[in-house]
C-alpha cells in the first residue's frame, strides 16, 4: 500500500506508473471512463478490467493470456521496471484485481493508493482532466506468469471437502446462503460446497476506503479457518472482490493465494458444478 502523500513524492519519477482501475457493476448506473476522463491523478491512465482480459471467454474479466497483458500494459506506458501504482474511486474494491493481475504476470512493484481517489483529492493533491497524456512508446513489459497466484474450475472441484484446503467465498451472507437471485442470467444462487464465507466489506474500513489493521486482519481470518489450513482459494462473484481477500492475506503475510478467475459467475453457470445452499 501507498499512502497519497508518498506518492505525491515519487510521482515525477519516470518510473512511477500511476493507473486508474475503477469498475462498477451494472446496477450502480455509474461509467469509470467518463469519471476518469473528468477528474483523475495527473499522468495516470486507466486500466480497463474488462478490456484486459480474455474477450474470448463466457465469463467477464477473465485473466488474459500472458502476451495480450504484456501488449494492454504496454499500450498504458507500463515496463517491467516500473513501479505501478493503481487506484480506484470507490477506495479500495476494484484496485485490488489489477494488483493481483500484475502479480500473476510476475511484477511485483505494484501498489494501491490507501483510500484511492478521494484520498488523493482530499489531500488537495493536484487533479487533472481532458485528454489523456501520451505514453512512453519505449515501454516494454515481460509477463512471467506465475500460476500459484491463480484457481481455475477445475482446481477447485478437486480441492471440495480436502482436509487442509480452504475456499473463502468474498460475496454477501444472502448470495453465498442463496436467499437472493444472482445478479447474472442463468446463474443460480448458493455456493460451492465445503467453502465458507467471508465477505470482502468485513475486511474494511473507514466506509471500505481501506483494510483494516494486519491484527484486525489476522483475528478475521483466524475465526474463518485460515491458520488451520495449508492452502487458500478465494473466490466470489466474478472474480473482483475474491482479490480484496488475497490481498488482505498477502498483507498479513499469506501469500501468494489462488483467486478463482471464473468465481461464482463460472460455477453457478455450469450444471455439472455441485451448488449448496444455507
Not at 506508473?17 to 491512465?45: G, M, T
Not at 446463474?187 to 465458507?196: A, D, N, Q
Request: charged letters at 25%.
Amino acid at each position: 500500500m501507498i499512502t497519497a502523500s508518498e506518492l505525491s513524492e515519487l510521482r515525477e519519477r519516470s518510473d512511477v506508473k500511476v493507473l486508474d482501475a475503477s469498475w462498477y457493476l451494472p446496477a450502480e448506473d455509474r461509467n469509470p471512463h467518463q469519471e476518469f476522463a473528468d477528474c483523475r491523478i495527473p499522468s495516470s491512465q486507466f486500466f480497463d478490467i474488462d478490456l484486459i482480459a480474455d474477450l474470448g471467454h463466457q465469463c467477464p474479466h477473465m485473466l488474459p493470456d500472458a502476451r495480450r497483458f504484456e501488449q494492454e500494459v504496454e499500450a498504458l506506458g507500463v515496463g517491467s521496471k516500473d513501479v505501478v501504482v493503481i487506484y480506484d474511486r470507490k477506495g479500495l474494491f476494484s484496485a485490488p484485481r489489477a494488483w493481483w493481475m500484475f502479480r500473476v504476470f510476475g511484477h511485483d512493484q505494484v501498489r494501491i493508493l490507501v483510500g484511492g481517489f478521494d484520498a488523493w483529492r482530499l489531500a488537495g493533491l493536484p487533479t487533472e482532466s481532458g485528454d489523456v497524456a501520451v505514453v512512453d512508446a519505449e515501454s516494454r513489459f515481460q509477463a512471467n506468469y506465475r500460476s500459484q497466484w491463480v484457481a481455475d474450475k477445475q482446481i477447485v472441484q478437486a480441492g471440495i471437502n480436502v482436509r487442509g484446503l480452504l475456499t473463502l467465498d468474498a460475496r454477501s451472507p444472502a448470495r453465498f446462503a442463496g436467499d437472493e437471485p444472482e445478479p447474472r442470467s442463468g446463474v443460480r444462487p448458493g455456493h460451492i460446497p465445503g467453502s465458507k464465507n467471508l465477505h470482502y466489506a468485513e475486511l474494511l474500513a473507514n466506509s471500505g476506503k481501506w483494510l483494516k489493521s494486519k491484527s484486525e486482519l489476522k483475528r478475521i481470518f483466524a475465526d474463518v479457518g485460515v491458520d488451520e489450513v495449508d492452502t487458500v482459494i478465494t473466490t466470489c462473484g466474478s472474480g473482483i472482490s475474491a482479490c480484496i481477500l488475497a490481498l488482505a492475506l498477502h498483507e498479513i503475510g499469506l501469500s501468494p493465494t489462488s483467486v478463482y478467475d471464473g468465481s461464482w459467475a463460472e460455477w453457478g453457470a455450469d450444471l455439472s458444478c455441485p451448488v449448496q445452499k444455507g
